[in-house]
C-alpha cells in the first residue's frame, strides 16, 4: 500500500475531529447522567421536606442544576484533558522519562545500544529530518514508541528487550515502523487521545475519593438521623458512587476510541516500514520475535495510558490497541496466517516481497518532493554511505553537546582565508582561541563536501543542540547570524542553515516560532505563494526572459494568473515571512506549493545546486520533510 505523506497529515487532523466528536458524546452522556442523578437527589430532598410526601409530584426540570452540573464537568473532563495535554506537549521526552527511560549517549553507549543510535541516525538522515533523541527503557520486553507533539520536539524510546533480542535489520525494521508514526502525524493525534482518557478518568477518581471520605464519616457518626446532616452524607455517597461510575464508563469508552482509531494506523505503520526498508523481513522478524519471547515487563502501570502508541501491545487491556501478531506478519510477508510460526529468526534474511517496486531514484528533486515523509531502501543506503564517508571525528563532534555547536558555526565558514578570518573576529568575544580553532579545524575537514552533503549535519548535530538552555540558545543564534551577517549578504547556503536551526531549535525555545495561525485555504495565500515562485524563479537563473517562464511554469501548475512580484521584493529575508503564512494551509495544498516550484525549477530541464538548497528550505520550512538527495 503506497502512502502519501501529505493526505495522511491531512487524514491525521481529520481523525483528531473525530475525536473531538467521540469526546463530545462521551461529555454530553456524562452530563445527562450527572443531571438525572442530580434531579433525582433533588425531588428526594423536596419529597423529604414535604409534609405530603409522596404526594409531591415530580419535577425533572431544573436549569440551575443543569448549570451547575454543566461546569463540574467542563471543568473536571475538559480541564483534565487540557491540562494533561499542555503535560506531554512540551515534548515526548517527558512520556519516556515517565515510563523510566533513561537518554542514550553515544558517548556512553554499549555496542548494541551505539547500534540502535546509528539505525536512528541513519534514519532520520534519509528522512531529511533532525535526528531525535532516543530513550532506553530498561524491560526485557521487545517494544518501541515515538512520542511528541511534533517532529521538532520527537523522541524514539526502545526496551532493552529489543537492543539485546533484535537484530539490525529487525531493529532497523522497528525504528521505520515508529518514523511513519512521526510522519504519519499520529503522535499528535497520540497525545490528544491520552488527554481524552485522562479526563475522563479524573471523573471517577473524584468519584472514589468523594466515597472514601463519606464512608470514613458515616463511621464515626453512626448515630446521625436525617436531621443532624445524615441525608446529606447519604446524597453525597450516592453522587460518589455516580461519578466513580461515570468514571469506568467513561474510561470504557476512551479506551474503545483509543483501541479503534490506533488499530488501522498500525497497519499502515508496518506497510511503511517495509516501503523504507524494502525488507518485510525485518519488521517481519521483530514481531515473530515478540511473539516468541517468553518475557515479563517490568513497565510501570503508566504505560496503560501509552498503550496505544508502542510498536506492539505494552500492557494487558479489555481491548486491544493493536491488530493480532500473526494478522501483522500475514499482512507484512503476505503469507497465510495459519502458516505463520513465532521461532524467533534472528539471520536477518530479506523474506522476497513482490508489493513494491525494487528501488526509487534518490537523484530527482521531484521525486523526493513526491516521497516526503516515506524515504526508501535507497535513501536509508544513501544515508548509511553518507554517514560512514564522513571523517570520524565529524561523526563524534556532532554527537557532543558542545563541540556539535562548534560543527554547525564550521558550516557558516567561507573558504577565502582573510573572509574567514574577518568571521571568526565577530564572534571572538564570545569564544575563547581553543574554540576558534576547532572550528578551523571542523571547517578543513568538512571542506571537500558539497553544501548538499553538508546539510545532514545539521540534522545529527541536533539533539545534541538542543540539551541548551533557552538563553544558551539565544546567546548561539546571535554568533550564528554574527557569521552570516559578516560579510554584508547572505548566501542561499547560509539562509538555508539558519532557517532549519531557527526552525528545529526555534520551535523547541521560541513560543513565537510555535504559534500557528487557524487553517487557510490556498486561495486565500495566493499573494504568498507568488511572493516563493518568484523566489524559486530569481534564484536559478539571471536572465529576464527565463525567470519570467520559470515563474510562469510555476503559477500553471496553481492555476493562478498572479503577476511576478519584482525582485527587491523577493529576498530571502521576506521569503522566511512568507512561508511562516503559508504553513496555514493544509498538506495537500502544502504538496502543490512544492511542485509549482520544482515546475519552476525543471522549467529549463536543468536543476542547479543552490535551487536544490532553496527547494529544501521551502519544504522545511512548511513541515515537509525531504528524502536525501546527495546529487
Same mark, same amino acid.
Given at each position: 500500500?503506497?502512502?502519501?505523506?501529505?493526505?495522511?497529515?491531512?487524514?491525521?487532523?481529520?481523525?483528531?475531529?473525530?475525536?473531538?466528536? #467521540? #469526546?463530545?458524546?462521551?461529555?454530553?452522556?456524562?452530563?445527562?447522567?450527572?443531571?438525572?442523578?442530580?434531579? +433525582?437527589?433533588?425531588?428526594?430532598?423536596?419529597?423529604?421536606?414535604?409534609?405530603?410526601?409522596?404526594?409531591?409530584? +415530580?419535577?425533572?426540570?431544573?436549569?440551575?442544576?443543569?448549570?451547575?452540573?454543566?461546569?463540574?464537568?467542563?471543568?473536571?473532563?475538559?480541564?483534565?484533558?487540557?491540562?494533561?495535554?499542555?503535560?506531554?506537549?512540551?515534548?515526548?521526552?517527558?512520556?519516556?522519562?515517565?515510563?523510566?527511560?533513561?537518554?542514550?549517549?553515544?558517548?556512553?553507549?554499549?555496542? @548494541?545500544?551505539?547500534?540502535?543510535?546509528?539505525?536512528?541516525?541513519?534514519?532520520?538522515?534519509?528522512?531529511?529530518?533532525?535526528?531525535?533523541?532516543?530513550?532506553?527503557?530498561? *524491560?526485557?520486553? =521487545? $517494544?518501541?514508541?515515538?512520542?511528541?507533539?511534533?517532529?521538532? *520536539?520527537?523522541?524514539?524510546?526502545?526496551?532493552?528487550?529489543?537492543?539485546?533480542?533484535?537484530?539490525?535489520?529487525?531493529?532497523?525494521?522497528?525504528? !521505520?515502523?515508529?518514523?511513519?508514526? +512521526?510522519? $504519519?502525524?499520529?503522535?499528535?493525534?497520540? =497525545?490528544?487521545?491520552?488527554?481524552?482518557?485522562?479526563?475522563?478518568?479524573?471523573?471517577?477518581?473524584?468519584?472514589?475519593?468523594?466515597?472514601?471520605?463519606?464512608?470514613?464519616?458515616?463511621?464515626?457518626?453512626? /448515630?446521625?438521623?436525617?436531621?443532624?446532616?445524615?441525608?446529606?452524607?447519604?446524597?453525597?455517597?450516592?453522587?460518589?458512587?455516580?461519578?466513580?461510575?461515570?468514571?469506568?464508563?467513561?474510561?470504557?469508552?476512551?479506551?474503545?476510541?483509543?483501541?479503534?482509531?490506533?488499530?488501522?494506523?498500525?497497519?499502515?505503520?508496518?506497510?511503511?516500514?517495509?516501503?523504507?526498508?524494502?525488507?518485510?523481513?525485518?519488521?517481519?522478524?521483530?514481531?515473530?520475535?515478540? !511473539?516468541?519471547?517468553?518475557?515479563?515487563?517490568?513497565?510501570?502501570?503508566?504505560?496503560?495510558?501509552?498503550?496505544?502508541?508502542?510498536? /506492539?501491545?505494552?500492557?494487558?487491556?479489555?481491548?486491544?490497541?493493536?491488530?493480532?501478531?500473526?494478522?501483522?506478519?500475514?499482512?507484512?510477508?503476505?503469507?497465510?496466517?495459519?502458516?505463520?510460526?513465532?521461532?524467533?529468526?534472528?539471520?536477518?534474511?530479506?523474506?522476497?516481497?513482490?508489493?513494491?517496486? !525494487?528501488?526509487?531514484?534518490?537523484?530527482?528533486?521531484?521525486?523526493?518532493?513526491?516521497?516526503?515523509?516515506?524515504?526508501?531502501?535507497?535513501?536509508?543506503?544513501?544515508?548509511?554511505?553518507?554517514?560512514?564517508?564522513?571523517?570520524?571525528? =565529524?561523526?563524534?563532534?556532532?554527537?557532543?553537546?558542545?563541540?556539535?555547536?562548534?560543527? =554547525?558555526?564550521?558550516?557558516?565558514?567561507?573558504?577565502?582565508?582573510?573572509?574567514?578570518?574577518?568571521?571568526?573576529?565577530? &564572534?571572538?568575544?564570545?569564544? %575563547?582561541?581553543?574554540?576558534? %580553532?576547532?572550528?578551523?579545524? #571542523?571547517?578543513?575537514? &568538512?571542506?571537500?563536501?558539497?553544501?548538499?552533503?553538508?546539510?545532514?549535519?545539521? *540534522?545529527?548535530?541536533?539533539?545534541?543542540?538542543?540539551?541548551?538552555?533557552?538563553?544558551?540558545?539565544?546567546?548561539?543564534?546571535?554568533?550564528?547570524?554574527?557569521?552570516?551577517?559578516?560579510?554584508?549578504?547572505?548566501?542561499?547556503?547560509?539562509?538555508?542553515?539558519?532557517?532549519?536551526?531557527?526552525?528545529?531549535?526555534? @520551535?523547541?525555545?521560541?513560543?513565537?516560532?510555535?504559534?500557528?495561525?487557524?487553517?487557510?485555504?490556498?486561495?486565500?495565500?495566493?499573494?504568498?505563494?507568488?511572493?516563493?515562485?518568484?523566489?524559486?524563479?530569481?534564484?536559478?537563473?539571471?536572465?529576464?526572459?527565463?525567470?519570467?517562464?520559470?515563474?510562469?511554469?510555476?503559477?500553471?501548475?496553481?492555476?493562478?494568473?498572479?503577476?511576478?512580484?519584482?525582485?527587491?521584493?523577493?529576498?530571502?529575508?521576506?521569503?522566511?515571512?512568507?512561508?511562516?503564512?503559508?504553513?496555514?494551509?493544509? #498538506?495537500?495544498?502544502?504538496?502543490?506549493?512544492? %511542485?509549482?516550484?520544482?515546475?519552476?525549477?525543471?522549467?529549463?530541464?536543468?536543476?542547479?545546486?543552490?535551487?536544490?538548497?532553496?527547494?529544501?528550505?521551502?519544504?522545511?520550512?512548511?513541515?515537509?520533510?525531504?528524502?536525501?538527495?546527495?546529487?
Amino acid at each position: 500500500m503506497a502512502m502519501n505523506f501529505y493526505e495522511h497529515q491531512d487524514q491525521a487532523r481529520r481523525k483528531t475531529g473525530r475525536l473531538i466528536v #467521540f #469526546f463530545s458524546i462521551a461529555v454530553f452522556l456524562i452530563i445527562a447522567a450527572l443531571y438525572a442523578t442530580g434531579m +433525582i437527589l433533588l425531588n428526594w430532598f423536596m419529597a423529604s421536606e414535604s409534609d405530603q410526601g409522596s404526594a409531591l409530584s +415530580i419535577s425533572w426540570w431544573n436549569y440551575k442544576v443543569l448549570l451547575g452540573v454543566l461546569g463540574f464537568t467542563i471543568l473536571v473532563v475538559g480541564g483534565g484533558s487540557l491540562v494533561r495535554i499542555g503535560q506531554l506537549s512540551s515534548g515526548g521526552s517527558v512520556v519516556a522519562e515517565s515510563l523510566g527511560g533513561t537518554l542514550l549517549d553515544h558517548a556512553g553507549a554499549r555496542p @548494541e545500544e551505539r547500534r540502535l543510535l546509528n539505525v536512528v541516525e541513519e534514519m532520520a538522515i534519509a528522512s531529511g529530518v533532525p535526528v531525535p533523541p532516543v530513550y532506553l527503557i530498561d *524491560d526485557s520486553t =521487545i $517494544n518501541a514508541f515515538a512520542a511528541g507533539y511534533k517532529s521538532t *520536539d520527537a523522541v524514539i524510546g526502545v526496551t532493552r528487550g529489543s537492543i539485546e533480542h533484535l537484530s539490525r535489520d529487525q531493529l532497523q525494521g522497528v525504528i !521505520a515502523h515508529e518514523y511513519s508514526h +512521526i510522519f $504519519n502525524g499520529d503522535m499528535r493525534l497520540n =497525545i490528544r487521545l491520552i488527554g481524552v482518557i485522562f479526563g475522563l478518568l479524573v471523573m471517577g477518581m473524584i468519584g472514589w475519593q468523594l466515597v472514601r471520605i463519606m464512608a470514613y464519616s458515616g463511621t464515626s457518626r453512626r /448515630s446521625s438521623s436525617k436531621k443532624d446532616g445524615g441525608g446529606a452524607l447519604i446524597a453525597i455517597m450516592i453522587i460518589g458512587l455516580v461519578l466513580a461510575a461515570l468514571g469506568f464508563i467513561g474510561t470504557f469508552f476512551g479506551r474503545l476510541i483509543q483501541a479503534s482509531v490506533s488499530r488501522q494506523r498500525e497497519f499502515l505503520a508496518d506497510s511503511s516500514a517495509v516501503q523504507y526498508t524494502r525488507n518485510p523481513g525485518g519488521i517481519g522478524g521483530a514481531l515473530r520475535a515478540i !511473539a516468541g519471547l517468553d518475557a515479563t515487563t517490568a513497565m510501570p502501570p503508566l504505560a496503560t495510558e501509552y498503550n496505544h502508541m508502542f510498536f /506492539s501491545q505494552a500492557m494487558k487491556s479489555v481491548f486491544a490497541t493493536h491488530p493480532p501478531l500473526p494478522e501483522r506478519i500475514s499482512r507484512i510477508e503476505q503469507v497465510d496466517v495459519d502458516t505463520i510460526s513465532t521461532d524467533v529468526d534472528t539471520t536477518s534474511e530479506p523474506v522476497p516481497f513482490a508489493g513494491f517496486s !525494487a528501488q526509487v531514484s534518490t537523484a530527482s528533486l521531484a521525486n523526493a518532493v513526491e516521497v516526503a515523509g516515506t524515504p526508501g531502501a535507497a535513501e536509508v543506503a544513501s544515508a548509511e554511505t553518507l554517514l560512514g564517508s564522513m571523517p570520524a571525528g =565529524i561523526v563524534e563532534a556532532s554527537h557532543d553537546a558542545w563541540s556539535a555547536r562548534l560543527l =554547525i558555526l564550521a558550516l557558516l565558514l567561507d573558504d577565502d582565508q582573510g573572509e574567514m578570518t574577518r568571521q571568526l573576529s565577530s &564572534i571572538k568575544s564570545s569564544l %575563547d582561541e581553543g574554540h576558534l %580553532d576547532a572550528i578551523r579545524s #571542523f571547517h578543513a575537514s &568538512i571542506a571537500g563536501m558539497s553544501h548538499v552533503q553538508q546539510l545532514p549535519l545539521i *540534522d545529527m548535530c541536533m539533539p545534541s543542540l538542543s540539551r541548551m538552555s533557552r538563553e544558551q540558545y539565544e546567546l548561539y543564534m546571535q554568533s550564528v547570524e554574527k557569521l552570516i551577517k559578516s560579510d554584508g549578504q547572505v548566501s542561499l547556503f547560509e539562509w538555508t542553515v539558519h532557517t532549519v536551526l531557527k526552525k528545529h531549535l526555534g @520551535e523547541r525555545f521560541d513560543p513565537e516560532v510555535r504559534r500557528r495561525g487557524r487553517p487557510r485555504g490556498l486561495k486565500t495565500r495566493m499573494e504568498s505563494v507568488a511572493m516563493v515562485l518568484a523566489t524559486v524563479s530569481y534564484t536559478g537563473s539571471e536572465d529576464t526572459g527565463q525567470r519570467r517562464d520559470a515563474y510562469k511554469a510555476g503559477m500553471d501548475v496553481l492555476g493562478g494568473t498572479r503577476s511576478m512580484p519584482a525582485a527587491s521584493d523577493c529576498t530571502l529575508r521576506t521569503l522566511r515571512h512568507t512561508l511562516q503564512k503559508l504553513k496555514e494551509v493544509s #498538506f495537500k495544498d502544502r504538496k502543490i506549493i512544492l %511542485d509549482a516550484c520544482l515546475a519552476s525549477i525543471d522549467h529549463d530541464g536543468q536543476t542547479t545546486v543552490d535551487e536544490s538548497l532553496l527547494l529544501r528550505g521551502i519544504a522545511d520550512s512548511l513541515d515537509c520533510p525531504m528524502p536525501l538527495v546527495l546529487s
